[in-house]
């Protein structure tokens, strides 16, 4: 029997790639119309503070199918970031999924999309949980060809010639290069028949689309949509895949049996211009733990359970793991660390917070704390390729209710504020057991 009754909820997350906090226009964006996802959100739950654990690809997924700090898995490095084509390692045998969770109550679970947590047999979705997958295992720029165009000229000018990235079903290869112009409408329909194939039983749907991640790549339903331009093009067709999930949902009965999160695995990579996304009024982007790096727009939806309201707890997509065990029935591990929280009295009974402390890392390294509104940063350094890491003594201090766009440090004048972070810090680094590190293993050749 599940937290909620006799017949136990489905689950559906939709997780994005570099999607930034001000890309979607219920999080504020002028031009990009986003009106499923707007709909979601006043139907649902739209968090303000909703953070990954990561500030890039490889050990946010990590956490989130993992309900754990990547610290902890080994699914992070301070020198390869991610993993790529020619790594070794990938999600340790050793971690529970939230597939592998939702197994034990006989759930019925598909992968969908990009998957990067390790491209090896071993590491794919089908040994770790899921019962199918379809779609790619790293990121969508990744096997470039040497005979692509140099520097950004791929990018700025896509070619699905120029990145031989493998489409797989399960653990074969069906494609490649993967057509990453049709990749958002198949990975949808592909969702949508395993949502309609599997409704007598419970269901759990992993839906990790390959963009907006450059290179760029739409339908051509959607060339010139947008306002914004291609990259609001893109947009436009991932809010057009959820508007087909939700309405799928609805058609075949399940929607009020069914919990929908939506969110993203770490802010908008802001070194490629118009071709990346925006992090609104927070501060910088994708490979750094300033707020635009982690902070994420999330939404969770579940007509007749919810009642619609905006949330500014604290809250990350490790607490998706913790969350959809328990309202299965299933239990959250006992023997590690589980980071993630049930998210359940704030999704059903309006609940203010479930946590008030959040750690930020970059790679292998804790940067920064945040208690309550306060956010200490011990270590900061611009998103990718713009500048070098620098220490701070004492930390740098924001008031993230005041200061969201963390421009005014207050350290200064809050002494105390640094001392009480400070004793949180050690609480965690006490009871912290770093697993293997995965991400620097490179395959022999």
Not at 118 to 134: A, I, S, V
Not at 188 to 212: D, G, M, R
Not at 296 to 312: L, N, Q, R, V
Not at 416 to 443: C, F, P
Request: charged content about 25%; overall charge positive.
């Amino acid at each position: 029997m599940s937290a909620l009754g006799a017949k136990p909820p489905n689950f559906v997350v939709i997780f994005c790639d570099d999607l930034g906090y001000g890309d979607l226009g219920c999080f504020g964006h002028p031009t990009i119309a986003t009106p499923n996802l707007d709909r979601m959100a006043a139907e649902g739950i739209k968090f303000t503070q909703f953070y990954s654990a990561a500030c890039v690809c490889t050990p946010s997924r990590a956490a989130l199918l993992t309900g754990r700090l990547p610290v902890r898995s080994g699914m992070c490095s301070d020198k390869r970031r991610v993993l790529f084509p020619n790594s070794a390692g990938g999600l340790p045998q050793s971690e529970i999924t939230l597939a592998e969770g939702l197994k034990t109550k006989g759930y019925a679970t598909a992968a969908i999309g990009k998957w990067h947590l390790g491209h090896l047999p071993q590491f794919l979705p089908t040994n770790n949980g899921f019962d199918t997958y379809f779609g790619i295992p790293y990121s969508n720029d990744m096997d470039r060809l040497a005979s692509a165009p140099k520097g950004r000229e791929s990018f700025w000018k896509p070619k699905v010639k120029y990145f031989n990235v493998p489409l797989l079903r399960d653990t074969k290869v069906i494609e490649r290069p993967a057509d990453q112009t049709t990749i958002t409408r198949r990975y949808t329909e592909e969702a949508i028949e395993f949502i309609k194939n599997h409704k007598a039983k419970p269901f759990f749907v992993y839906l990790a689309h390959s963009l907006p991640h450059i290179p760029l790549f739409r339908g051509t339903a959607f060339e010139g949509v947008s306002k914004r331009g291609l990259y609001g093009d893109v947009i436009e067709e991932i809010d057009w895949s959820v508007g087909q999930v939700l309405k799928t949902l609805k058609a075949e009965g399940l929607a009020e049996n069914t919990l929908v999160f939506f969110t993203s695995d770490n802010g908008p990579w802001l070194i490629f211009d118009t071709h990346g996304g925006s992090a609104g009024l927070l501060r910088d982007g994708k490979g750094s733990t300033w707020e635009g790096g982690m902070r994420e727009p999330g939404i969770a939806w579940w007509p007749g359970k919810i009642k619609p309201h905006t949330s500014h707890a604290i809250t990350s997509t490790m607490d998706i793991y913790t969350t959809c065990l328990t309202l299965a029935g299933a239990k959250v591990p006992a023997d590690r660390v589980v980071d993630g929280r049930d998210l359940s009295p704030i999704l059903f009974k309006g609940a203010k917070s479930v946590r008030d402390t959040f750690f930020y890392y970059r790679g292998e390294q804790l940067y920064a704390v945040r208690q309550g509104p306060w956010k200490a940063h011990y270590i900061t350094r611009p998103a990718y390729g713009r500048g070098a890491p620098e220490k701070h003594d004492p930390p740098a201090l924001y008031h993230l209710d005041h200061d969201p766009s963390e421009k005014h440090n207050l350290a200064k004048d809050n002494p105390e504020v640094l001392a009480t972070i400070a004793k949180a810090l050690a609480q965690h680094n006490t009871k912290l057991k770093r697993g293997k590190n995965q991400l620097d293993l490179i395959i022999k050749k």
